[in-house]
């Protein structure tokens, strides 16, 4: 049988991230994002695997409109074999526990988490509803943030408040980077010869969202985000952890209202907060290095509460296979991990500089000083680890 070709979709509000995944290419023969849709402004980019890139207006093109310019250009790459369409789905709450094949019953369970991801899942479900029209034929697979996160213990997901709020409105910690943390310790597993089964990692996916998660056996057993991907360590825009009672604190100060301090919270805080200067941690190292103060106080917030977050997450384990390091920043900045490294002393940890200088732009591997507790930087790859979960449920 020839290799299957899976198209993943990733609908925000007003875009969609795509990916065609062939099973026996580490390459994607297509991927691309569509951006600005709803406005006059609306734009398609595309680039193949031989590295060419292009681009089409789609004035006032919404996601049904979009999707269906990348059909023929998906069928054309695929040489007309399109297998089936996997979908990114941020919130599955309590319903979903892995990866689940689309019907009608599964799309009214992922509207009625909505308001646990009300940015998310409303959008991310008008892609499949648009991509369902376009191609009623395939099977529709949707993969879960949350779903890896759903072997987190009680003791671990539960918050310290009146039963009822988690009975009757499931308020709990649910988790998100389910998908990446996933993918980064089974492919850690591998690297360092170890059965994913029997084995426990700790995790960091940093970007402009960032994670932590304690992983064992292949499961998750804890993580820092919460109810909403704003719990946990500071990130490029969002707070992550501060007092509980600073909504009260602020509204009776300041006079703000809940609409101001959710803003706040999410998208003026976190580096960008601190820095007074950018969520984009390239520009904060930058300026670092020109004395800028703000940048420097950001940066070193950052890797503390990212050590923090992961010293904690180590409660969870009975031992330490290695930390792994990814998403943007994690596969990027050797800076950042040498400085959240150093913060973690009593786990014995050390790098090798020079591995640690070499492992950027994709290339991963062990960073760890010899003799040293493994530390490791995994590229994440969850568009692929969507198409094989989509894959799994075709086989199964």
Same mark, same amino acid.
């Given at each position: 049988?020839?290799?299957?070709?899976?198209?993943?979709?990733?609908?925000?509000?007003?875009?969609?991230?795509?990916?065609?995944?062939?099973?026996?290419?580490?390459?994607?023969?297509?991927?691309?994002?569509?951006?600005?849709?709803?406005?006059?402004?609306?734009?398609?980019?595309?680039?193949?695997?031989?590295?060419?890139?292009?681009?089409?207006?789609?004035?006032?093109?919404?996601?049904?409109?979009?999707?269906?310019?990348?059909?023929?250009?998906?069928?054309?790459?695929?040489?007309?074999?399109?297998?089936?369409?996997?979908?990114?789905? =941020?919130?599955?709450?309590?319903?979903?526990?892995?990866?689940?094949?689309?019907?009608?019953?599964?799309?009214?369970?992922?509207?009625?988490?909505?308001?646990?991801?009300?940015?998310?899942?409303?959008?991310?479900?008008?892609?499949?509803?648009?991509?369902?029209?376009?191609?009623?034929?395939?099977?529709? =697979?949707? =993969?879960?943030?949350?779903?890896?996160?759903?072997?987190?213990?009680?003791?671990?997901?539960?918050?310290?408040?009146?039963?009822?709020?988690?009975?009757?409105?499931?308020?709990?910690?649910?988790?998100?980077?389910?998908?990446?943390?996933?993918?980064?310790?089974?492919?850690?597993?591998?690297?360092?010869?170890?059965? =994913?089964?029997?084995?426990?990692?700790?995790?960091?996916?940093?970007?402009?969202?960032?994670?932590?998660?304690?992983?064992?056996?292949?499961?998750?057993?804890?993580?820092?985000?919460?109810?909403?991907?704003?719990?946990?360590?500071?990130?490029?825009?969002?707070?992550?952890?501060?007092?509980?009672?600073?909504?009260?604190?602020?509204?009776?100060?300041?006079?703000?209202?809940?609409?101001?301090?959710?803003?706040?919270?999410?998208?003026?805080?976190?580096?960008?907060?601190?820095?007074?200067?950018?969520?984009?941690?390239?520009?904060?190292?930058?300026?670092?290095?020109?004395?800028?103060?703000?940048?420097?106080?950001?940066?070193?917030?950052?890797?503390?509460?990212?050590?923090?977050?992961?010293?904690?997450?180590?409660?969870?384990?009975?031992?330490?296979?290695?930390?792994?390091?990814?998403?943007?920043?994690?596969?990027?900045?050797?800076?950042?991990?040498?400085?959240?490294?150093?913060?973690?002393?009593?786990?014995?940890?050390?790098?090798?500089?020079?591995?640690?200088?070499?492992?950027?732009?994709?290339?991963?591997?062990?960073?760890?000083?010899?003799?040293?507790?493994?530390?490791?930087?995994?590229?994440?790859?969850?568009?692929?680890?969507?198409?094989?979960?989509?894959?799994?449920?075709?086989?199964?």
């Amino acid at each position: 049988m020839s290799a299957r070709n899976i198209l993943v979709v990733n609908c925000g509000s007003s875009s969609i991230k795509f990916a065609l995944v062939n099973e026996a290419h580490s390459q994607f023969p297509l991927s691309g994002l569509a951006e600005r849709l709803g406005t006059a402004d609306a734009v398609l980019h595309w680039q193949r695997s031989s590295g060419e890139k292009d681009s089409m207006l789609i004035p006032n093109a919404d996601h049904r409109a979009a999707l269906s310019q990348l059909l023929p250009m998906v069928n054309s790459v695929a040489g007309g074999q399109l297998h089936g369409i996997g979908h990114r789905v =941020v919130h599955g709450g309590e319903f979903f526990t892995q990866a689940t094949r689309i019907d009608h019953k599964v799309l009214s369970a992922i509207s009625a988490t909505a308001p646990l991801a009300p940015l998310h899942n409303p959008a991310n479900l008008q892609g499949i509803e648009a991509a369902m029209k376009l191609f009623p034929c395939l099977p529709h =697979v949707a =993969v879960f943030d949350t779903a890896f996160h759903q072997t987190l213990p009680e003791h671990a997901f539960r918050y310290a408040l009146p039963d009822h709020l988690y009975r009757q409105h499931g308020v709990r910690r649910y988790g998100f980077h389910g998908t990446s943390h996933r993918f980064v310790s089974h492919r850690a597993a591998s690297m360092a010869n170890l059965a =994913v089964g029997d084995s426990s990692w700790l995790s960091a996916h940093l970007g402009n969202g960032c994670s932590t998660c304690a992983i064992v056996n292949g499961q998750s057993r804890d993580t820092s985000m919460g109810l909403t991907p704003l719990e946990g360590v500071a990130m490029g825009t969002r707070s992550g952890d501060v007092d509980p009672n600073l909504h009260s604190h602020l509204a009776r100060a300041l006079g703000w209202n809940l609409e101001q301090i959710d803003r706040m919270l999410n998208n003026d805080s976190g580096v960008k907060g601190l820095s007074g200067l950018s969520n984009d941690m390239r520009t904060l190292e930058q300026a670092r290095e020109q004395g800028h103060a703000g940048a420097t106080l950001a940066i070193e917030v950052f890797c503390y509460r990212v050590a923090k977050s992961l010293a904690a997450m180590a409660c969870a384990l009975s031992q330490l296979d290695g930390l792994i390091f990814t998403g943007g920043i994690g596969e990027n900045s050797p800076l950042i991990r040498r400085k959240i490294v150093e913060h973690l002393r009593l786990f014995n940890l050390e790098l090798d500089s020079e591995a640690n200088a070499r492992c950027i732009r994709g290339v991963s591997g062990f960073i760890q000083a010899y003799g040293r507790p493994r530390v490791l930087v995994v590229p994440t790859n969850e568009e692929r680890q969507i198409a094989l979960d989509t894959l799994g449920l075709l086989d199964a």
